[in-house]
Structure formats: structure tokens, C-alpha cells
């Protein structure tokens, strides 16, 4: 009884394994790809899986690498090149003629058209939140373009836009290349190209308004680099008055107190007030404008405070006598002058060691006058 029912339940496995393999042969990989993403959510309690793409934001609101901090010039260009229609009529696929590419290498432009990604499941609900972004697509979809070509060609194009490192020269070759036909094709489309609108709007008004785009986003990043070098030069400002300060704090402390006793110290601040000084007119000659003006004001008060402090140091220093070097007294009598110690000759004469002392003959000592011999002669005249 069991040993059929153990037959069935085995046949019947293998039927739902077939099927399944079946099943996954018609499915396309994509979405086998998307099954698995489910399956490791579920693996991981739910968890949602990594979106490279930047989630729900639309291509102007994820900021590419090289435009972090200047999210708002990213988002004037990214919507800008929708005024053109060569943004979504040429794409990858157009390649470049070798003048083209010899002037963009030259520039510093390297043009990647290697663009495989399924753009349509790239689409979110966001990306027609933009009105020239929805309009152009009104427009130009389905009968120039077909929706696929439409948002390849401008997610293609955001990307490589994102890779520069100038808009206002980069950009605009770049865009002028590739939003226009090859130079080295026939005027018109190819056999297999659709044809291009002429009627719709202006070309030469469109490209007109792209380079507006361009030239405001120009603008725009020219007005942040300026805003950043004020905050820059406030900031310098800010620690030269601060280092400054304290270094003109030192100096009139040490003035305040007898300058024997910290006349090392004194010295040092007084070279240090020095050095901040000529770094003060320095910066007092250069006026800058905008946030840094402030700092500006404060540097040139403490510039006046610092010249009178070390006007008034080199004044009384100049002020003290020289202290005179000390010579020994002059001896008074001679036998003072003899006990006084020599002093050391300036420059020393080297002497030669004294010759060693030769042993002479003993002399007598010296006779008194009762042991004192007398001649023959003088003894006869002493007994006359």
C-alpha cells in the first residue's frame, strides 16, 4: 500500500520539476534576474536589495561623482539639453567622423557609446516631473522616435556629461558633436533612420537656447567658485587676526615687565610681531569684497594696534644704554699690580715648553768675615 503511494508521490515530483524547468525556459532572463532579487529580499527578512541606479531620482537629481556641491549647476544641465531635440534623436549608436573625434580627443573628451542597459526598466515616475523633459517627449514619441531610442539617447547623454570636467568648453563641443548628424554622412536621414523633424521648432532656435543653457550653468558655476574663494579668504583672514593677536598679547605683557627677566621671550614675540605685521600689509593691500569683508575691517584695525606696539617697543629699546663690557680694576699701588693676576691675551701666542733644568756643582755657602783667609803679605802687616 505505501510502496504505491511512495511511486506517486515520486512521479509526481519529477512532473512539477519538468514543468518548472519548462516554465523558466519561456521566461525571459530579466525577469528570471528579477526573481532572484525577490528571493534574496525574502532571504534576508525583506530587506531592500542595493539600487544602483539611484532609486526613484530622476537623472538631475543623482549627482554624479564630479558635480557633488554643485548640485544646482547638475540639475540647470541635466533638464537644459531637453531644449534640444538632438538630445534624443542621436544616440550611441551614431558613432563619430574621424575630424570629430580627432577635435574632442584633443579637448580632453572621450566619448564612451557603449550603452547596453535596459533604459525602460531605468524609468521611473520622476523622470517626466520635468516640463521640457515631458514636452520633448510629446513631441518627438512615437513619430520620430521610438520610446526606447528617446530615453537611451538622453540617459546616454547625462551620463557622458557627467564624466566632464568643463561645461564651458567640453559641454559644448560634446553636445554640438553628438546632438547633430555625423559631418561625414549626406545631409538628411540614412535609408534606415527615420526622418527628422524640420517643422516643429526651429533647429538653430533650439541649439540657440541649449547654449543659453550652458552659458547660465557657466554662470552659475563661475558665481560658486567666486562665493568660495570669499569664504576661503574670510577664513584666512579670521586665523591671521587670531594668530596676530595673540602674538601682540605676548609682546605688551612682556613690556610690562623688567626686561631683564624675560628678555629672551620679549625678543621672540617682538620677531614674531614682525612677521605678522608684513603679513597684515600684505593683505591690507588686497581688499577683497563679499563675506570676507568683515574680517577685512577687523584686519585693518589690528594692523594699526600692531604698528604701535612695535613702534613703541623699538623706542624704548632704543632708549636703554648699552650695557658696557666689564674690565678688573686698575691695581693702585705696584705691589698690587704684581700680586694682580695677568690678563689673557685676546689671541693667545703659543709658548714653547721651558728646556729641562741641567744639574750644576754645589757652591759654598758664603764665608763670614772671621773665616775670611788672608794673604802672606797681609799677615805681615798685621803684626807691624
Not at 58 to 69: I, S
Not at 81 to 99: H, S, V, Y
Not at 130 to 159: C, G, H, I, M, Q
Amino acid at each position: 500500500m505505501f510502496g504505491g503511494a511512495s511511486d506517486w508521490f515520486g512521479k509526481a515530483k519529477a512532473a512539477v520539476a519538468e514543468a518548472s524547468s519548462t516554465l523558466q525556459s519561456h521566461i525571459p532572463s530579466s525577469a528570471l534576474e528579477r526573481l532572484e532579487k525577490l528571493k534574496a529580499m525574502e532571504d534576508e527578512d525583506a530587506k531592500p536589495v542595493e539600487d544602483t541606479d539611484g532609486g526613484d531620482k530622476p537623472p538631475w537629481e543623482d549627482t554624479p561623482a564630479k558635480w557633488v556641491g554643485r548640485e544646482r549647476e547638475w540639475r540647470m544641465l541635466a533638464e537644459g539639453i531637453c531644449l534640444d531635440d538632438g538630445t534624443f534623436l542621436f544616440g550611441p549608436e551614431r558613432g563619430l567622423a574621424k575630424e570629430e573625434g580627432r577635435v574632442l580627443k584633443e579637448n580632453g573628451v572621450a566619448v564612451d557609446f557603449l550603452f547596453e542597459r535596459d533604459v525602460m526598466e531605468m524609468l521611473k515616475p520622476s523622470f517626466l516631473e520635468s516640463k521640457d523633459l515631458s514636452s520633448a517627449r510629446y513631441r518627438l514619441v512615437p513619430r520620430w522616435t521610438t520610446e526606447e531610442s528617446f530615453w537611451r539617447n538622453y540617459l546616454w547623454k547625462v551620463r557622458e556629461l557627467g564624466k566632464l570636467d568643463d561645461v564651458q568648453v567640453q559641454g559644448r563641443l560634446l553636445l554640438g558633436t553628438i546632438n547633430s548628424q555625423r559631418s561625414d554622412l549626406p545631409a538628411g536621414p540614412s535609408p534606415s533612420q527615420k526622418p527628422l523633424p524640420d517643422s516643429a521648432v526651429d533647429p538653430e532656435q533650439r541649439r540657440a537656447a541649449l547654449t543659453a543653457v550652458i552659458a547660465r550653468v557657466c554662470g552659475e558655476l563661475e558665481e560658486r567658485e567666486e562665493r568660495e574663494q570669499h569664504a576661503r579668504r574670510h577664513t584666512e583672514l579670521l586665523q591671521l587676526h587670531e594668530e596676530a593677536q595673540e602674538a601682540l598679547r605676548l609682546l605688551r605683557e612682556c613690556m610690562q615687565v623688567p626686561t631683564d627677566d624675560i628678555a629672551d621671550v620679549m625678543s621672540t614675540a617682538y620677531e614674531a610681531c614682525l612677521g605678522f605685521q608684513s603679513r597684515i600689509h600684505r593683505a591690507l593691500a588686497d581688499p577683497p569684497s563679499g563675506e570676507a569683508t568683515s574680517a577685512f575691517a577687523r584686519m585693518a584695525d589690528l594692523g594699526v594696534e600692531i604698528d604701535t606696539v612695535i613702534s613703541e617697543y623699538e623706542a624704548r629699546s632704543a632708549a636703554e644704554p648699552a650695557a658696557a663690557p666689564t674690565l678688573p680694576p686698575e691695581p693702585e699701588t705696584v705691589s698690587e699690580l704684581v700680586a694682580a693676576p695677568s690678563q689673557p691675551a685676546e689671541h693667545p701666542v703659543p709658548t714653547t715648553a721651558p728646556a729641562p733644568a741641567t744639574a750644576s756643582p754645589p757652591t759654598a755657602p758664603p764665608a763670614s768675615e772671621s773665616d775670611f783667609q788672608k794673604l802672606p803679605w797681609e799677615e805681615d802687616d798685621d803684626d807691624d
